[in-house]
């Protein structure tokens, strides 16, 4: 049953996680990999969520503000060194820094050494989870077949890797006076003595990662190709990053408001090349209505067309547009522009819906928009190497990504940083 009706959505929203879930097929793939938030329901939703929860709130996140600035000088002279062909390989890079420093509180040095193990692991588990998505039948979990397909297709000593390398990860958390989210759950997770094993902790630590690599750094790639396909708005968005300076006492929200070209063009990136095309669920333990059609039990699979919902004349229709969410903060014409508030609910359903939208939006959107802020002062201008080309189009991986690479040119700036 398609999905198309955003009444009807709104209803399905106050239906989650209790009569409506995640496709089965798909949670069994990421439980499998990555026992985590991302893929569990109810009872053991609720306990993740509430110990993931207040590391991503905006007090906390302010805490990784100087570190996220580092990752951004990290990643300017990485351009500077390798250049900007096929560019989501570095914001991949970038993006596994950004994680390893707020769910792990480590310095993973992806940007300075692409061999880095920690972020090795993981991309491969993001492949592994991948392909398991997409595998009709879940032969993996027959047993004897299962371990034996396993061993020989690599995923046991992955998941051996990957249980070392978060094990090692645990026992240098800092939940008495860490900000981290690794920090943050172990602290409550004591506290308030739920027992969440460290089997979960491991998949909670590959489910981060997993959620937030390779979709932001697709959305960044996305972003900067625009902007060097709109020279007069990347000039826009340049002055208004050279008119904001940030010190030790710069919050989180301050941060995030600094940017609304930047953030005007996410949000308008995500409309059209979001990570997702369409949103799996079903009910398979409750009866429910949708519209007029009463759907019992593991009869029907949901399916959310989310990109089409996003090209809803409401939301813009079919034609891009990087200024389509800024708005005049005042009358007077020197007034500076700001991000639409609130924004249309079908714009953020790339982040999910209702209480199952994702808690790390926030993060995503500021961690995409610093790192292009940081590409625009260290660079006078920002260019495709080949205009001419025929734009990329979005193929699916874990996530929908640009079918070719973006290759971009960094014209060396003249101002001092």
Known sequence: VIVADATELKTLSRQRPRQIQRFKPLRRALDDVAPGVFGAELPQWSLERRLMTPAFNHSNLTNFLPGLHKCCDSLVAAVRKEGGNNFIMLAARYTADVIGLVSFGQELESLNNPNSDIADVFKKLLHATTKRMLTPLPLWRIPILGPILDHFNGISSLKRRQNLTCEKILAQANPDNGYS???KMVHLNRKENTKL???????????????????????????????????????????????????????????????????????????????????????????????????????????????????????GGSTF?????????????????????????????PFGFGVRICPGKDLAELEACTACAALLRAYDKIE???????????TFQFAMIPDRPINLRFIQSTFTK
């Open 197 to 315: 094993s460290n089997i979960r902790l491991i998949g909670n630590l590959a489910t981060l990662y997993i959620a937030g690599s390779e979709t932001t750094a697709t959305t960044m790639s996305w972003m900067l190709y625009f902007l060097a396909k709109f020279p007069d708005f990347q000039e826009e968005a340049r002055r208004e990053c050279f008119a904001n300076s940030f010190d030790q006492f710069t919050t989180f929200k301050q941060a995030l408001e600094a940017y609304p070209h930047l953030r005007s063009l996410f949000w308008e990136c995500l409309r059209f090349y979001g990570p997702a095309s369409f949103l799996f669920l079903e009910n398979s333990q409750n009866t429910i209505q949708v519209a007029d059609r009463t759907l019992d039990p593991n009869e029907y699979v949901l399916v959310v067309p989310l990109r089409w919902l996003a090209k809803q004349p409401q939301l």
């Open 181 to 183: 989210i690794l920090d």
């Open 384 to 394: 495709l190497v080949n205009p001419e080309e025929p734009q990329p189009s979005p």
């Open 321 to 349: 547009d990087p200024r389509r969410w800024l708005v005049s903060s005042s009358s007077t014409l020197n007034s500076k522009p700001s991000l639409l508030d609130p924004l249309p609910e079908n714009l953020t359903l």
